[in-house]
T-cell receptor, first 115, second 113 residues
Framework: AQTVTQSQPEMSVQEAETVTLSCTYDTSESDYYLFWYKQPPSRQMILVIRQEAYKQQNATENRFSVNFQKAAKSFSLKISDSQLGDAAMYFCAHSGALYGNKLVFGAGTILRVKS | KAGVTQTPRYLIKTRGQQVTLSCSPISGHRSVSWYQQTPGQGLQFLFEYFSETQRNKGNFPGRFSGRQFSNSRSEMNVSTLELGDSALYLC????????????FGPGTRLLVL
């Protein structure tokens, strides 16, 4: 079974500083995809970044980057130059090619940004 | 392109009633997935439809059902509502295959009294 674990229920960061959110996963598949989604108070789920398991290079989207450690089944999200608008719940998610479009989510990490 | 739309946005029902939620995917997207989000259980996959066929199903009772129309719009139905069905129901669409990114709608917040 696929599982995703986010061990940090809540994190805080000072504006303009860097924060890393942790995620580990378990899967028996070799072809899979990992995602970070952001859910602000509006509850709209927004894609932050995506990583294909077959790619060794870590994905990057502007201030957001991941540290993908395939052997350790670890997928952390680094947010640089944190902004007030980054405050949200962040979900790590996994989907495997065998399971179609079924996303398995972690429990989420609330990120608070202090000014 | 317009994003994923869901209607209604808010809904209040009483126990025993049934409810139908609607989802319109991004134009060109053929896959629609549904998720339930609750404080206790988090985000859970309900089912996925592709080309009017249910392609994947989560571990929910048969009271939860869905369908997809030829224009890719999807509906989900919950019969005999229970208090525990109170949740945010999220719909997500993607182009087609398992390797595609899913894009979410704003959700329908259902309250069962």
């Amino acid at each position: 079974a696929q599982t995703v674990t986010q061990s940090q229920p809540e994190m805080s960061v000072q504006e303009a500083e860097t924060v890393t959110l942790s995620c580990t996963y378990d899967t028996s598949e070799s072809d899979y995809y990992l995602f970070w989604y952001k859910q602000p108070p509006s509850r709209q789920m927004i894609l932050v970044i995506r990583q294909e398991a077959y790619k060794q290079q870590n994905a990057t989207e502007n201030r957001f980057s991941v540290n993908f450690q395939k052997a350790a089944k670890s997928f952390s999200l680094k947010i640089s130059d944190s902004q007030l608008g980054d405050a949200a719940m962040y979900f790590c998610a996994h989907s495997g090619a065998l399971y179609g479009n079924k996303l398995v989510f972690g429990a989420g990490t609330i990120l608070r940004v202090k000014s | 392109k317009a994003g994923v739309t869901q209607t209604p946005r808010y809904l209040i029902k009483t126990r025993g009633q049934q409810v139908t939620l609607s989802c319109s995917p991004i134009s060109g997207h053929r896959s629609v997935s549904w998720y339930q989000q609750t404080p206790g259980q988090g985000l859970q996959f309900l089912f996925e439809y592709f080309s009017e066929t249910q392609r994947n199903k989560g571990n929910f009772p048969g009271r939860f059902s869905g369908r997809q129309f030829s224009n890719s719009r999807s509906e989900m139905n919950v019969s005999t509502l229970e208090l525990g069905d109170s949740a945010l129901y999220l719909c997500a669409s993607s182009l087609a295959g398992a390797r595609e990114t899913q894009y979410f709608g704003p959700g329908t917040r259902l309250l069962v009294l």
